[in-house]
Nanobody
């Protein structure tokens, strides 16, 4: 069964760091686009970062550039998001998502992603 599952969320103070993990099951992890999204209640789910595992090419949302790092471990079929210097407005539920097979990443458009994890909460306190 193809699925992804996040872990590593939890409360953190502003200025702190956290690393989220995402395990992928049932995938050939070598050539796939994987992404992190986040959502707060009442707002649209927004893309944070994506990576194409074949080339290692990454893209970040402007709001997280320089502070968040997306990475992968193909041997473990895992995706990571290291978040530094967290701000209270980063408080959200963070989701891991796998892009439909395409040979590349095509942005953060939700229909491009066909498998989503249940999400992990990251509350950032001031």
């Amino acid at each position: 069964q193809v699925r992804v599952e996040e872990s590593g969320g939890g409360s953190v103070q502003a200025g702190g760091s956290l690393r989220l993990s995402c395990a992928a099951f049932g995938y050939t992890f070598s050539r796939i686009c994987m992404a992190w999204f986040r959502q707060v209640p009442g707002k649209e789910r927004e893309g944070v970062a994506h990576i194409y595992t074949g080339s290692g090419g990454v893209t970040y949302a402007d709001s997280v550039k320089g502070r968040f790092t997306i990475s992968q471990d193909s041997a473990k079929k895992s995706l990571y998001l290291k978040m530094n210097n967290l701000k209270p407005n980063a408080t959200a539920t963070y989701y891991c998502a796998a892009h439909r097979p395409s040979g590349a990443c095509y942005g953060f458009s939700h229909p491009n992603y066909d498998h989503w994890g249940p999400g992990t909460q990251v509350p950032v306190s001031s």
